[in-house]
C-alpha cells in the first residue's frame, strides 16, 4: 500500500507581518512547526502502513525551508519526503495550492508507486479553510472522504475502505472505492514518538525536491498567485466598538455587587431574562 | 464588524489588477443560498445565510433563490418553500433517490449542474461538515473563488463580493475577492450571521432540475448513520447566557470558577481555543473561529485577551462584560463592560452576588 500525506509548515506563533505591496503574509523570521492537524493524518497513514505493509510518502509544498517539517514526519517513521518548492507557487491560494498538490501526487504515482490513499489534516492553523483537501481529490477524481474520525477496514484485494465520516448530527460510516482521499478529524489517534533508528535515519534521509517542472506542471499559469483566483484586497485591523467599554472601578468586596449593577443599569431586561434562565434550569 | 476599518495595507500589487471579467462569466446573475438539510432537517445556518443573501441580492437588484438538493418527497419541497419565509424569491430543487443522505459526488454533480445551466454571481453556504465538503469540491470542479469562514459580506461599488474573514496573527481581518471568476463563492459558520425573522410568504418559483446519475455511479456507499446522543450535544451556540474562561484563569483546576458561575446563571460555558490545546476543556466548548459563534443575551468572558479569532465568535452578543488583569487587552476595544482585576478572586465573589440576587427564582426552582 502506498499513501502519500499533504502536509504544511505554519508558522507557530500568532506574529504576523504583512507583505505591503502583495498583501500576502510574510513567513520569514517566525518560528514554525507542521500544522498540528496534520499529525493525525500522519499517524493515521503509519498506522495503516504498519497493519497493511507498503510506503508513506510525505508531500509539502513550500519554501526551501519547509525540509525541516520533512525531516520531522520522516523521524515518526514515514518513508520518503517530497518538497515541492518553486518561486511560481509563491501567493497560491487553495485552489491553486490543490491544482500543484494533486499534480505533484500524480507524478509521485508515477514515479515511485501507484496511490493508494492520500491524507490531508482537516484544515491548517493559518489558511484555515479545509479547501485543499477536497480540491486535490477532485483534481484527481479521487473519492472524497472529510471529516474522518476512523478509518475502520481497508481492503487492498478488493479495493475498498471503511471510514466513519463526522456529519453534522452524527456519524456516517461510508463504504468507497481505493484510491481516495481522506482528511483526518483531530484527536482520533495519538501520534507516536518514533524511534531512534527513524530520527538517525531522518537526519540522514535524501528529501526528493521538486520544481513545478518536476512535478509535471506544464501551466504554471495555473500556480501561484497567477492561478489563483482569489484575491486579497484588503487586510485591516478590527475597528473598537464606537462606544468604549464603561469600566467598573470598584474594586475589593464591592467589585462583584458593582458589576452585577452597571450589566443590569446597561440591559435592564436581562435581570427578567436571567430569573427566567434560572427557573427553568 | 459594524464601522468601517482603516486599510493597515493599501490595496496593490496584483489586488489592484483592473478587472475585467471574461465574456463567459457576464450572465452570471443573482445571489444563490444552499439549503442545507439532513435527514429532512434544514440547519438554520441556511436561513442565517438567506438573510445575508437578501441583503446581497437587493444591493444588486437581483434574485435571491433556496437551492435544495434531496430525496423525492415532502421534506426537500418544504425546505424549499420555507427558504421563501425567510426571504428567497425562488428556490431551484434537484430531487432523486440516491440524494437521500449527504455524499459528496451525486451532490457536487447537483449543485455544479445547476450551477452551469443556471449562472449565478454568488452563491453561499453554511461553513459545515457538508457544506465545507461540497463547496470545496464544487468550487474546484467550477475553477472558482471560495473564501473559507467569512465573518461579513458585502457587494462593493462595482458589484463584486467583498468577503471578509480573519486573517493569521490572531489581531487582523482581510477582505477577499473573486476578481475574474464566477460564481463568486464563500461559506460562513453558523451564528456568525443574525437569523432572520421568518414572514410568512409563499415561493414565487419553483425550478425543478434532473440529475442524470444512478446508484451505480456512485461509488461511495453509506453503510449506517450513527446518529449523536443528545447529552453529547452543549447548547452553546444556541444559550442566552454564556460564561467564558481563558488562559488568564492559569490552571484547569481554576476552570470551575466558569462553570459555578454558569451554574448559577443557568448559562453555558465556554472556552477559548488555547484551553484546548492545553486539554483543559473538549473542542465542543471552544468559542471563536474555529470553535463556535455564540450569540447569546450576555457574554462574561474572564481571563481572555479578545485576540480576533474570539472576538468574531463573540460578536453577535448583546452585551460582553470582560474581566481582565491587563488594562490595555483588546477584549475592552469591543466589550460593553469592562473590569480590571484578578479573576481568580472577582468569580467566586460575583458567583456568590448572583446567587444573592437571584436567590428568589432559585428558590422557585427548587420549590417546583
Ligand atoms: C487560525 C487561528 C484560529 C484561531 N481560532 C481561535 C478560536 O476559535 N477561539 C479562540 O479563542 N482563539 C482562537 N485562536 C487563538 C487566538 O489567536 C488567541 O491566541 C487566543 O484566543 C488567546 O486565548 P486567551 O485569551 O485565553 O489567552 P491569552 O491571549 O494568553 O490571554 C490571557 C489573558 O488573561 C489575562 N489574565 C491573566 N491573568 C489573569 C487573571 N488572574 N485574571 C484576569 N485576567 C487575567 C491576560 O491579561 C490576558 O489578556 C486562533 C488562532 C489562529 C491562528
Ligand atoms: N502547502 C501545502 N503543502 C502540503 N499540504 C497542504 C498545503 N496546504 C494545505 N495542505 C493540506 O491541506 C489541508 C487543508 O488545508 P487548508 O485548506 O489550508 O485548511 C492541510 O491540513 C494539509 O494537509
Known sequence: ?281 | MAEPAKPAAPASGRANTKKELPERFRNHKHVWVFVEQERGQVHPVSWELMGEGRKLADKLGVELAGVVIGAPGEATLAAAREAACYGADLAYTVTHDILADYRNEPYSKALTDLVETFQPEILLLGATTLGRDLAGAVATTLLTGLTADCTALDVDADGSLAATRPTFGGSLLCTIYTLNFRPQMATVRPRVMAMPERVERPLGRLVEHPLSMAEEDVVTKVLRYIPDRDSAKSNLAYADVVVAGGLGLGSPENFQLITQLASVLGAEYGCSRPLVQKGWQPAERQIGQTGKTIRPKLYIAAGISGAIQHRVGVEGADLVVAINTDKNAPIFDFAHIGIVTDALHLLPRLTEAFRRRLSPHIRDRIAS
Not at chain 1, 8 to 27: E, F, G, L, Y
Not at chain 1, 112 to 118: G, M, N, Q, S
Not at chain 1, 138 to 160: E, N, P
Open chain 1, 1 to 281: 500500500m502506498h499513501i502519500v500525506v499533504c502536509i504544511k509548515q505554519v508558522p507557530d506563533s500568532a506574529q504576523i507581518r504583512v507583505h505591503p505591496v502583495t498583501n500576502t503574509i510574510m513567513r520569514q523570521g517566525v518560528p514554525t512547526i507542521i500544522n498540528p492537524y496534520d499529525l493525525f493524518a500522519v499517524e493515521e497513514a503509519l498506522r495503516l502502513r504498519d497493519q497493511h505493509g507498503g510506503t508513506v510518502t510525505i508531500l509539502t509544498m513550500g519554501p526551501p525551508m519547509a525540509e525541516e517539517s520533512l525531516r520531522k514526519a520522516l523521524t515518526f517513521g514515514a518513508d520518503r519526503a517530497v518538497l515541492l518548492t518553486d518561486r511560481f507557487f509563491a501567493g497560491s491560494d487553495t485552489l491553486a495550492t490543490s491544482y500543484a498538490l494533486a499534480s505533484a501526487i500524480a507524478r509521485i504515482g508515477e514515479t515511485f508507486e501507484p496511490v493508494d490513499i492520500v491524507f490531508t489534516g482537516k484544515q491548517t492553523i493559518d489558511g484555515d479553510t479545509a479547501q485543499v483537501g477536497p480540491g486535490i481529490a477532485k483534481r484527481l477524481g479521487l473519492a472524497q472522504l472529510t471529516y474522518v474520525s476512523r478509518v475502520a477496514a481497508v481492503d487492498l484485494v478488493g479495493r475498498a475502505i471503511e471510514v466513519d465520516r463526522r456529519a453534522e448530527g452524527g456519524v456516517q460510516a461510508l463504504r468507497t472505492r481505493l484510491p481516495c482521499l481522506i482528511t483526518m478529524l483531530e484527536g482520533t489517534n495519538d501520534i507516536r514518538r518514533g524511534s531512534l533508528p527513524d530520527a538517525l535515519r531522518a537526519a540522514r534521509a535524501e528529501i526528493v525536491v521538486w520544481s513545478a517542472k518536476d512535478a509535471g506542471i506544464a501551466d504554471v499559469g495555473k500556480c501561484g498567485l497567477r492561478g489563483s483566483p482569489t484575491v486579497v484586497k484588503r487586510v485591516f485591523a478590527p475597528s473598537p466598538r464606537a462606544e468604549k467599554a464603561a469600566m467598573v472601578e470598584a474594586g475589593g468586596p464591592e467589585a462583584a455587587d458593582a458589576l452585577i449593577e452597571a450589566i443590569f443599569a446597561q440591559r435592564p431586561r436581562l435581570e427578567a431574562d436571567l430569573a427566567t434562565l434560572v427557573r427553568g434550569y
